[in-house]
Structure formats: C-alpha cells, structure tokens
C-alpha cells in the first residue's frame, strides 16, 4: 500500500475511551536532613555540576566532601533542610554555611537551594527557599548572601527577589565552565526585627 492510501484512524467516542488517569498532585514534606538523605542531596548536586552553570564546579561531589560539609553545618547549628515526597524520595534541597571563617562574619551566611530535575518548575523552590529562611531567623542568623550565576539561573533571581532579597553587586567574567566565562549576581537578605 502506498502512504496516500493510509486512511486516518476513526478515533472513538468520549463513552468508549478508556478514561485518561489523573497525575497525582506534586506533594512534599519539608524537614531537616539526617545523613541517610546524602547520597541523594549528591546525584541532585552532581547533576548541576555536569548539566549547567549554576555551580562554577566541575567536578562531581564525592559523599565523603557532603559528610564533611553536613557534620559542619550541623556542628554550627545552621538549617540544611530536604524537602521528600510521600514515596521518600529526596526532591530538593536547601542549606546555609558560613560566609567566611572569620568571627566577625559569624552571623552572616551564603545559602544554596537546589531541586532535583523531577520537581523543577513545580513551585517547591519558594516554599523550600522560605523554610531556610525562617529555619536561618530561628538560629540567630542575620544576613543570607545568594550568589546567583548571571547566565542561566533566571528563576533562582527571581524567586530570591520575590523573597525579599536585594541585588547588592555583579561580577562578570569570574568563573569558567563549559568553554566560557560566566558573572555573578550577588543578592543579600536581612533577618534583623526591625
């Protein structure tokens, strides 16, 4: 038979289609991370690392280097938070650490939030990103620094405007990833009552 001759299939009547199953609506729980979520909390970095350039790194995160990173962050009582779906999966993550190592900079953190590709676009970065927040107020925290790529990392900005961070500077042409220079674009949030 030749393609002209291929007829259209009849598509059936709405009461004889087998009807269409519903997705399950996004869920998530929000709670500290224990060391067990590791292991995930690193596929979801690593894929960050060989996929874009909103990490200036280059190389793939080794779980011993997010054991040390976690025993530090809880040894200085700051927030590293999960969020999980309801089957246990990790769906994203998001931490504080410190600026500097210097004391006076004691109460001024950077932080990092990262979602694992499933649960991009699904609205879990602001609800994620406001639990550090307020998890950071509660530890006596008074400034969160967000250092943002400038290319590439469009909805990071945006959803860290929206949460009251501010732009307070811009670096261009400081990392190198992929064959390309790449800026930055440094946000800043108080915690301070007013």
């Given at each position: 038979m030749l393609e002209e001759e291929y007829q259209t299939r009849r598509v059936l009547p709405h009461h004889l289609r087998k009807p269409v199953p519903e997705e399950a609506?996004?869920?998530y729980s929000i709670r500290d991370a224990v060391a067990e979520d590791l292991p995930s909390v690193r596929e979801i970095y690593n894929y960050y690392v060989t996929n874009?350039?909103?990490t200036f790194?280059?190389?793939p995160m080794t779980l011993r280097a997010?054991?040390?990173k976690y025993d530090h962050i809880r040894k200085a009582g700051m927030p590293f938070l999960v969020a999980e779906s309801p089957s246990g999966q990790i769906l994203g993550?998001?931490?504080?650490?410190?600026?500097?190592?210097?004391?006076?900079y004691r109460y001024t953190v950077e932080n990092s939030i990262y979602l694992g590709p499933a649960a991009r676009g699904k609205?879990?970065?602001?609800?994620?990103?406001?639990?550090?927040?307020?998890?950071?107020?509660?530890?006596?925290?008074r400034e969160i620094i967000a250092v943002i790529a400038d290319q590439g990392a469009e909805a990071s900005i945006a959803m860290h405007a929206k949460?009251?961070?501010?732009?307070?500077?811009?670096?261009?042409?400081?990392?190198?990833?992929f064959d390309r220079w790449l800026g930055t674009i440094t946000m800043q949030?108080?915690?301070?009552?007013?």
């Open positions: 609506p996004f869920s874009s350039t909103v790194d280059d190389k997010w054991r040390t993550y998001t931490l504080v650490s410190p600026w500097s190592a210097k004391a006076g609205g879990l970065g602001t609800p994620l990103l406001k639990a550090l927040i307020e998890r950071s107020r509660e530890a006596g925290i949460l009251g961070f501010k732009e307070v500077g811009r670096m261009g042409r400081v990392g190198f990833k949030k108080s915690l301070r009552k007013k």
